[in-house]
Antibody, heavy 122, light 110 residues
Framework: QLQLQESGPRLVKPSETLSLTCSVSGDSISTSSYYWGWLRQPPGKGLEWIGT???????YYNPSLKSRVTVSVDTSKNHFSLRLTSVTAADTAVYYC??????????????WGQGALVTVSS | QSALTQPPSVSGSPGQSVTISCTGT?????????VSWYQQYPGKAPKLMIY???KRPSGVPGRFSGSKSGNTASLTVSGLQAEDEADYYCSSYAGNSNLVFGGGTKLTVL
């Protein structure tokens, strides 16, 4: 059974870098049928797509965050990671990792991690 | 402000049907079969309910159905049950490897 689990610091200071890792179990991250993505949800607000990566390393980012985001993959550890630089309070959110069906035209996220609340505060 | 427009809330009584709309543009919702729908309970991760406008993943009840007309997609929940009370989000592939979401709709079962 596929499981995704986010890990990383839950408190980040303003202007510093947010780093999270999504560990994947129950399936290989190197499967050709899926992308792996990061999304976030500020408290009480809606969902926002951050970026997506293929096991080969190809990345796709939300244009509004592109200048601050890096998503990377480590196939040997079966995990992928998110780095968001120069954070502000507006980046406080629950961060989710998800599996994205590459071959579906709607890019559906069919499996999600439980989410990690990251707070930006001094 | 979200890229896709959803009503903040809808409501219905048990057994009734409710429809949630999701309005975008010809570049996203109005394109090909680009729309997905998610259900989210408080404090939980979203769950995929509909993809490619009308398709249901295995395990999603047939009471949930999707449709599209022009630049507006819709999620219909028939035979409303108490457990359907949740937040619902639409998303759409928007071209150029970009994914956009609606602001979410709170479904209340009266």
């Amino acid at each position: 059974q596929l499981q995704l689990q986010e890990s990383g610091p839950r408190l980040v200071k303003p202007s510093e870098t947010l780093s999270l890792t999504c560990s994947v179990s129950g399936d290989s991250i190197s499967t050709s049928s899926y992308y792996w993505g990061w999304l976030r949800q500020p408290p009480g607000k809606g969902l926002e797509w951050i970026g997506t990566i293929y096991y080969s390393g190809n990345t796709y980012y939300n244009p509004s965050l592109k200048s601050r985001v890096t998503v990377s993959v480590d196939t040997s550890k079966n995990h992928f990671s998110l780095r968001l630089t120069s954070v502000t309070a507006a980046d406080t959110a629950v961060y989710y990792c998800a599996r994205v069906n590459k071959y579906s035209s709607s890019w559906p996220c069919d499996h999600w991690g439980q989410g990690a609340l990251v707070t930006v505060s001094s | 402000q979200s890229a896709l427009t959803q009503p903040p809330s809808v409501s219905g009584s048990p057994g009734q049907s409710v429809t949630i709309s999701c309005t975008g543009t010809s570049s996203d919702v109005g394109g090909r079969n680009y729309v997905s729908w998610y259900q989210q309970y408080p404090g939980k991760a979203p769950k995929l309910m509909i993809y490619e406008v009308t398709k249901r993943p295995s395990g999603v009840p047939g009471r949930f159905s999707g449709s599209k007309s022009g630049n507006t997609a819709s999620l219909t929940v028939s035979g409303l049950q108490a457990e359907d009370e949740a937040d619902y989000y639409c998303s759409s592939y928007a071209g150029n490897s970009n994914l956009v979401f609606g602001g979410g709709t709170k479904l209340t079962v009266l």
